[in-house]
């Protein structure tokens, strides 16, 4: 899925829109890209730098604008993402499931501090760049021949103590000593060796050691690269590797140490790897202080730390010149400070304050004290607290807030970034030692939740964190068992809560209260205010602030939503009894006064919904599940209540609400009203004449209606559209139907809508809705259904859109909140669900009607060649006619598919029969989690089709004859959960596919032959498919496409001719045939 489609929900259509046109107009310049990274500069009045990249799971972006640095999302990262998805670059995005967005502040940083470093540069062309790497690797691999190693030559490893000293590490030289004429050995010298020779050194070791060597980090030269230049023959060995390099500098015998007289001679070091020195403080007692000695001691010996001929982190070398490991724990302080200074004298009345100057360290080193001066050590258990205020200096138009971060050991506390190793109490003569483990994963805990270690303005290392996340951590903490501050002002959690419910004429009341702890209470109406500011805390009597978690927020905003708000309670009305009921099932600790306590068990008592049969006038036989929805139609008769038919696309919902309708027939009761889409008013119209024959059926739409509703007295069904509805609303509010029931009932899912105020105007006894997707985007959706269904049952639109945040994505518990209490009023069954009941294989034909543009195309276009062919087959006959007649047809049935495939603009967005069709169930196929299969023989039909789901985000898979895998394209579509659309032409996917992933097949422009078309639907019913397989064809009416379809019943061969181009066969074609055609 491209970067458009994962992320335009996280950011504002007006953001959105500028970074539009910031793309168009070519302002985005990628600078750097790989599969998980880009860095771009989008030119505007100033150039600003922009940073996308994935790491594990979070996608990081990152922009140089002030409104990225005030916490919001910006156009130059939209514009930057919309040019990634151009060039297809971080294409690793689609292989991480889920993947989050993230603000990277500290990314934005560094690009910051780049800008102000380095001038604007382009950046090199990208074949420049893999030129360079080539060129410089091959250059770096000469060798001059010429450059032989000596005979007689030793490569020398001399240790440096000086060197150590100066670079706090192991300081290693290179040189090398040389034969003289008369076989003694010269002096040991420094050496130069080119990178190229280390190859020819003849001793391995001496190979491994020196390649090893000049990858350290060296003291003199920078790292820019050398070539074949001579390398440094200076170099610094890191505590981590000295362990490893050392023992194998002395296993040569020719590692030295650097005597410290000049004049003297080199010793030969040996490596001792059975000791292992400590450092030791000793404090020793004389007359009158206290003598402060550092020593090192292994197992059996102890010798002066200034004797050591050289002290790293890592080794020890000895007066004896043998090398060894050295633990240097809670040494390195005192290394560094005392060197070779020799010992330290405290007076004896300052003993105390020297053990606290000793143990006030990072880390302590091993102490050797005499017993009047040994103190206890003690460990604790802290607990974190997180001290927020606004900073002190700030110059930023949105600061931050800075915070610290403490631990509280009883009673004694420490900041994380103090670098104590403990706490020294002198009046109990204890050492408190920190679990460092512990702190570092509240730590952790913190830098996951967005704050960032900073230096403030002063110097001092903070932490700091947008205001507008202070909410979202305040809970996380409090959840986690800390202690959160902010200006002086303590936060708490909830306690527990209580809520009673008391009972008025028609209405019910809620009371409760949330407890704080402390006696602090706070009743429901103030709780709902602050939920309705859009708050997460309360204050409180003591001045502390209470916490409303967000599991809080989402059941009392449900209550919120539902009820009216009073002086200190919520109301509800009597008809929202399921509802109430549903949502205090989840509290047993609720109070009920007697009438709502028998208001509620006659609710629960009820049996249930039972099946009831097709009533006789029905033709047809209904399935067991269809029966059930008759029954639950009669439930929702009982108690008044409307409620919304939910099955999956194909399961007949248009069939069961038929059966009602002729149920109510029978009992003689007003008209009822159907409010359809433009395009499935035949569709109604078949179905009832198929299924209801004696239901007296309307049809009140289109220029040619009534403009009265007096007659509609004299029919059962009246059919209208939503356009008609909306232009006759006044009309329509003068009858009283029995039923009033919205298919597609989506088109109201914006209850502000023209058409959602006219179907909630509408006067009926009973209200039905037909939809597989009510809710298609968010919550608010829900509000507007329901309040045509069941007005005031989800309270007021503005409180139920705010008490559910308007939230795409709507978390767990306010479904399943909802879905409890909407039970009973909504019925959705999934082909999975009654998959026994149905046929391996349904196939519908399904009727297109076009808008007044597109018929006017049709029938210029029909009207031209009925003319011109019905001349020339008059003047030159069938047989002479007959590239003609199948050009025309095939004018005229790519027309009935959409007028584009003619006049070749493909960007032609004006509304058409088909797609109108079309797009909304492969919505509704996508929204329940199947797949389908979108077959046409016109190449260029699928072209538009695949422009309207670019259009609209949605993934697909695409297969025609220039697909050259077409392997992977279906094996993506198999395998690829996100991957629920596969387009595919006739002639490239007609035979040998096999897509059982799909459970949805459409054909956009049917064929006609039964055996082609039954290979296409068995691309997806075949061998290994473990679900039912809806096939649907798609029929535009009153056009060639229906003519044809009328010729199989009588002339397959024809029919067939017509769509396969077939001349042989057109030869037994009429006069009369062609005329049929053409009407």
């Known amino acids: 899925m491209s970067l458009k489609g994962k992320f335009s929900h996280e950011f504002n259509p007006k953001i959105r829109d500028r970074g539009v046109a910031y793309f168009r107009s070519n302002s985005v310049t990628i600078l750097d890209h790989s599969d998980t990274r880009i860095e771009a500069r989008v030119k505007g009045k100033i150039n600003y730098h922009v940073r996308l990249e994935l790491s594990s799971n979070l996608f990081k972006v990152a922009c140089t604008c002030p409104y990225f640095e005030g916490g919001e999302e910006c156009k130059h990262i939209w514009s930057t993402m919309l040019a990634a998805d151009s060039r297809n670059y971080l294409s690793a995005i689609d292989q991480v499931v889920p993947v989050k967005l993230s603000y990277d502040d500290d990314s934005a940083e560094e690009l910051r501090r780049l800008e102000e470093q380095k001038p604007e540069n382009k950046p090199k062309p990208e074949w420049q760049q893999k030129l360079s790497v080539i060129t410089n690797s091959v250059k770096s691999e000469r060798v001059n021949v010429r450059d032989q190693w000596p005979e007689g030559r030793e490569i020398y490893y001399i240790l440096d103590p000086q060197y150590s000293r100066s670079s706090q590490s192991l300081g290693v030289e290179i040189g090398f000593r040389e034969r003289k004429k008369n076989g003694e050995w010269g002096k040991i010298k420094s050496a130069k060796i080119q990178r190229g020779q280390i190859a020819l050194l003849p001793d391995d070791e001496d190979r491994r050691l020196v390649s090893i060597l000049s990858g350290s980090r060296e003291g003199y030269w920078s790292s820019f690269g050398y070539g074949n230049f001579d390398i440094p023959n200076r170099f610094i060995v890191s505590s981590a590797l000295q362990h490893f390099v050392l023992p194998m500098m002395c296993a040569t015998r020719r590692c030295v140490i650097r005597p410290a007289d000049r004049n003297a001679d080199y010793k030969r070091i040996e490596w001792d790897d059975l000791t292992s020195w400590q450092f030791w403080l000793v404090v020793k007692r004389s007359e009158e202080d206290y003598e402060l000695d550092a020593v090192l001691r292994d197992a059996t010996r102890e010798i002066a730390f200034e004797s050591a001929l050289l002290t790293t982190e890592a080794i020890v070398i000895a007066p004896d010149y043998r090398a060894a490991r050295f633990d240097s724990t809670g040494a390195k302080t005192w290394i560094d400070a005392l060197g070779a200074s020799g010992d330290l004298r405290v007076p004896a009345a300052h003993s105390r304050e020297l053990i606290a100057q000793l143990v006030d360290l990072p880390s302590i080193p091993n102490l050797d004290l005499p017993e009047e001066l040994h103190f206890e050590r003690v460990r604790g258990v802290p607990r974190p607290q997180l001290i927020v205020r606004k900073p002190e200096y700030s110059y930023a138009s949105q600061p931050k807030l800075e915070a610290d971060l403490l631990f509280d050991y009883e009673g004694m506390k420490i900041n994380y970034f103090d670098n104590r190793g403990g706490i020294y109490d002198r009046n109990q003569d204890s050492y408190l030692e920190r679990d460092k483990q512990v702190e570092d994963e509240a730590f952790a805990q913190l830098t996951k939740l967005g704050l960032k270690a900073k230096e403030n303005s002063i110097g001092r290392e903070k932490l700091q964190l947008t205001p507008r996340n202070l909410p979202h951590v305040v809970a996380t903490l409090l959840g986690s068992g800390w202690r959160v501050e902010a200006e002086g002002k303590l936060y708490r959690n909830p306690g527990s809560s209580n809520l009673s419910v008391s009972s008025g004429i028609d209405w019910f009341e809620l009371h409760g209260s949330l407890n704080f702890g402390e006696g602090l209470d706070v009743k429901l109406p103030a709780l709902l205010a602050a939920l309705r500011r859009g708050e997460s805390m309360v204050p409180l009597g003591d001045g502390s602030f209470g916490l409303l978690p967000q599991e809080w927020l989402q059941q009392y905003g449900l209550f919120a939503s539902l009820g009216t708000v009073e002086e200190d309670h919520l109301r509800f009305q009597r008809t929202q009894t399921g509802v109430l009921d549903a949502l205090l099932a989840a509290r047993p600790e609720i109070t009920c006064d007697e009438t709502f306590s028998r208001i509620r068990s006659e609710w629960k008592n009820f049996t249930g919904v039972k099946a009831l049969n097709e009533p006789t006038g029905f033709v047809g036989t209904l399935r067991d599940y269809q029966r059930e929805g008759l029954g639950w139609f009669a439930f929702l008769e009982k108690f008044k209540f409307g409620g919304c038919l939910a099955d999956d696309m194909g399961l007949g919902k248009t069939v069961q609400v038929l059966a009602l309708l002729e149920s109510r027939r029978k009992e003689k009761s007003q008209p009822s009203l159907v409010v359809v889409p433009r395009s499935l008013i035949f569709n109604w119209q078949q179905e009832a ?110 409180v139920f859109q705010l008490s559910t945040s308007g939230a795409r994505t709507p978390d767990l518990e306010t479904r399943m909140l909802l879905s409890r209490a909407l039970r009973p009023f909504m019925l959705r069954r999934t082909k999975q669900e009654v998959a026994k009941e149905l046929p391996e294989k349904l196939e519908q034909t399904i009727y297109c009607e076009m808008d007044d543009g597109q018929r006017k195309q049709y029938d210029e276009l029909r009207d031209f060649y009925r003319k011109s062919l019905l001349e020339k087959v008059s003047l030159q006959g069938i047989n002479k006619s007959k590239i003609q007649i199948l050009e025309a047809l095939l004018r005229l049935r790519q027309t009935a598919c959409h007028p584009s495939l003619v006049s070749g603009d493909i960007d032609d967005v004006s509304p058409n029969a088909k797609l109108d069709i079309l797009l909304p169930r492969l919505g509704e196929v996508i929204d329940e989690g199947h797949k389908a299969i979108v077959f046409s023989q016109f190449t260029s039909f699928l072209t538009i089709v695949r422009r309207r789901l670019e259009q609209d985000g949605v993934d697909y898979q695409y297969l025609d004859g220039k697909t050259r895998d077409r392997e992977a394209a279906v094996h993506r579509f198999q395998n690829d959960p996100d991957c629920k659309l596969f387009l595919i032409s006739l002639k490239a996917g007609g035979q040998g596919l096999n897509l059982t992933a799909a459970e949805y097949v459409f054909l956009l422009d049917p064929w006609w032959n039964p055996a082609v078309e039954a290979q296409a639907i068995d691309r997806a019913h075949r061998i290994g498919q473990t679900r039912r397989v809806f096939a649907y064809r798609l029929i535009t009416r009153d056009t060639v496409e229906e003519k044809v379809l009328d010729l199989q019943s009588t002339k397959r061969d024809l029919a067939d001719a017509i769509i396969n181009a077939d001349n042989s066969v057109l030869r037994n074609i009429t006069g009369e045939d062609l005329m049929m055609l053409l009407s």
Do not use: C
């Open 689 to 798: 004449h198929r299924f209801t024959p004696k239901l007296r059926v309307l049809t009140h739409a289109g220029s040619e209606r009534s403009k009265q509703s007096k007659h509609f007295a004299h029919y059962d069904l009246v059919i209208t559209t939503y356009g008609t509805l909306r232009r006759d609303a006044l009309h329509f509010q003068e009858v009283e139907f029995d039923f009033v029931i919205l298919d597609e009932a989506q088109a109201i899912k914006n209850a502000k809508t023209e058409s959602a105020k006219a179907a909630r105007l509408l006067k009926s006894k009973n209200r039905l809705a037909l939809s597989g997707t009510p809710i298609e985007n968010h919550l608010g959706e829900l509000w507007s259904l329901f309040e045509f269904l069941n007005p005031g049952m989800l309270g007021t639109s503005s």
